[in-house]
C-alpha cells in the first residue's frame, strides 16, 4: 500500500459494489465521498415476464439478444423462484443468443452457457451492426426474437429488427430507482461546482441520468455542468462512455477492459501517477 490517492477526494455513484469500491480507494488514501446515485428492483411486470420465459422455454425465439449481465441475473432470479431453473438453462443451451459486452458473458458463464455471439463493441449500434451481419447467413425477417433491455423507451435495436420484419419480444425485467435523498446529491453538486471533488467515478450510464434528473428538478443544472467541466471523471465501461457524450463530456480515465472495481483503482492511481511525472 502506497497510499497514491491521499489528499485525492473521490465521489464514489455506485449502488451495488459501494463498501468493495469505497474500501479500495480508502486504503489507497483517498477520502471518498459516497452518494450511491440508483438502485436495482425487480419490474412490476411480473406477467409480462413470465410470458417472455414461456416463450423462450417453449423454444419460440430464433435468436435471444441480451443488452446486460443484470437483466439475465434477475431473470436467474426470476426463474428460480418459480422452480423453473432447469427449464431456464436447458432453454438457453437450445437458443442462439447474442450479448451486447462482457457482463453478460459472465452472467452467462455463471450458468455454464456460452453465447452464439458476443457483440463488439457492446452498444447499441454494435448489436444492429451484429444483427446486419447474422442477415448474411440467415433470413431474420418474421422469425420470432427475444430482447432483454435495460429502459422501459423503444430502443433502436427493437426499431430495426421490427423495419427488417422481425416479431420483436422485449422484456425489461428491472427498474432503477433513486437510491441517495435529493439532499445528499444536491450536496454533492454543490462540491462538483465548487471544485471540491477531484475526481467523479461513474459505474453505470443510468447514475448520470439521475445526477441530471436531480439536478433539474432543483435548477441546478447550470452548477452541475460547471462541476462536470471542471472534476476528472473516471468511467466504467462503454455504455458510461458513451452516455457521458451524450452530455458533451469526456472522461479522463477509461478502462478499455476488466470492468471490475479493483480495475478500476489501479486505473485511477496509474493517471495520478502520470501526473508526477
Known sequence: MDLSLLNWRIAVTEGRQLQELCGLLEKEGATVISCPMIEIADSPESDKINSWLNNLFNQQFSWVLFSTGEGITRLTQFSNRNS????????????????RGPKPVQALKSLQIQPTKIVSPPTSEGLIEALKAVQ?????????????????????VEQYLQSIGCKVNTIVPYIYQQKSDNQAIISLIEQLSEGLIHILVLTSSPQLDFLYKVARENHLVDKLEVGLQRTLIASVGPMVTQKLSEYGLIPTIAPDQGFVMKNLVQQIKKYIQSLKK
Open 84 to 99: 423453473q431453473h432447469d427449464l431456464w438453462v436447458n432453454a438457453l443451451k437450445k437458443t442462439k443468443i447474442m450479448v
Open 136 to 156: 448474411t447467413d440467415e433470413i431474420l425477417a418474421e422469425q420470432s426474437i427475444g430482447l432483454q433491455w435495460y429502459k422501459p423507451e423503444e430502443s433502436i
